[in-house]
């Protein structure tokens, strides 16, 4: 059974560079790699998306190893405003999305 | 504009009753998709709606069902609710569909709780 692992939590400092790890192992060729945030009582945000090569973008940026099979989400200056759970994703070529478990990441003043 | 609507936010269903939760999708975008978020379980995938068509749908058992409208919006039906379809169900919507880059815009979700 194809799974998406992440850690179930962490813990960030503010202003501090914050990398979130994902385990997608059994990723295949064309599926693309996304991440989502989520805040209490909201639908999940888009934060970026991959499929080979690392990504960046205002918000964050996506590291992508090289055999794909895992992937690292990059928030440069982490803020309170980002404290959610982030989800990283796999999305196939059919537009299903597999969702990892989600991390809880915990920004402290 | 306006984001994803989904209606109702809340709702509260006995045993054996069926239920209709409706998605209204961003302007222009034609994937609709739907999602069960229950602590347990996290996020599953339900099904994907593209221009009336269902073209993907997760494992789920066929008391979940949905159909979208020519204008796009979507409806998702459970009949014969059980204790256990208490959840957050959210509804996506993309421009063509979100696996090849356009990514997804979630609605704020239905809380559906099921006594």
């Known amino acids: 059974d194809a799974k998406t692992t992440q850690p179930n939590s962490m813990e960030s400092n503010e202003e501090e560079p914050v990398h979130l790890p994902c385990n997608h192992s059994?990723?295949?060729?064309?599926?693309?790699i996304h991440w989502y945030r989520q805040l209490p009582s909201q639908g999940p945000e888009y934060v970026i998306h991959g499929l080979t090569s690392n990504v960046n973008n205002r918000m964050a940026s996506l590291a992508i190893a090289e055999d794909r099979k895992s992937s690292t989400l990059i928030l440069h200056r982490a803020t309170l405003r980002d404290a959610a759970v982030y989800y990283c994703i796999r999305a196939n070529a059919g537009n299903m999305l597999t969702f990892g478990g989600g991390t809880r990441l915990m920004v402290k003043p | 504009k306006a984001g994803v609507t989904q209606t109702p936010r809340y709702l509260i269903k006995t045993r054996g009753q069926q239920v209709t939760l409706s998605c209204s999708p961003i302007s222009g975008h034609r994937s609709v998709s739907w999602y069960q978020q229950t602590p347990g379980q996290g996020l599953q995938f339900l099904f994907e709606y593209f221009s009336e068509t269902q073209r993907n749908k997760g494992n789920f058992p066929g008391r979940f069902s949905g159909r979208q409208f020519s204008n796009s919006r979507s409806e998702m039906n459970v009949s014969t609710l059980e204790l256990g379809d208490s959840a957050l169900y959210l509804c996506a919507s993309s421009l063509m569909g979100g696996a090849r880059g356009w990514g997804y815009t979630f609605g704020s979700g239905t809380r559906l709780t099921v006594v």
């Open positions: 059994t990723i295949s060729g064309t599926d693309y």
